[in-house]
Nanobody
């Protein structure tokens, strides 16, 4: 049973920063690629960023490249998303998930409750 708990969202002005956290349990955290996804109102959930089990490789959606940084702490079973230079179009509910590196899609189909990020102009 995979359990994921996202936190750290909030409301910021354009240009601001937030750091999201996701605590995972139920699987051997350090064995899996982890990813962040987001879903804006009226849109499908989309890939944001992923990091391999060791942290040695990362991947980002073009829309966030250069602004967001994904990292992980395997000792804490936690993955992070540092978001800088936020834009109104980053407004969405953000989710983490165990991720298939080859396709950047969720591996188990399990989602947490997500954390809301709202960026005002």
């Amino acid at each position: 049973q995979v359990q994921l708990g996202e936190s750290g969202g909030g409301r910021v002005q354009a240009g601001g920063s937030l750091r999201l956290s996701c605590a995972a349990s139920g699987r051997t955290f350090s064995a899996y690629t982890m990813g962040w996804f987001r879903q804006a109102p009226g849109k499908e959930r989309e890939f944001v960023a992923a990091i391999t089990w060791s942290g040695s490789n990362t991947s980002y959606a073009d829309s966030v490249k250069g602004r967001f940084t994904i990292s992980r702490d395997n000792a804490k079973n936690t993955v992070y998303l540092q978001m800088n230079s936020l834009k109104p179009e980053d407004t969405a509910v953000y989710y983490c998930a165990h991720t298939r590196w080859t396709t950047m899609t969720p591996l188990f189909g399990s989602w947490g409750q997500g954390t809301q990020v709202t960026v005002s102009s």
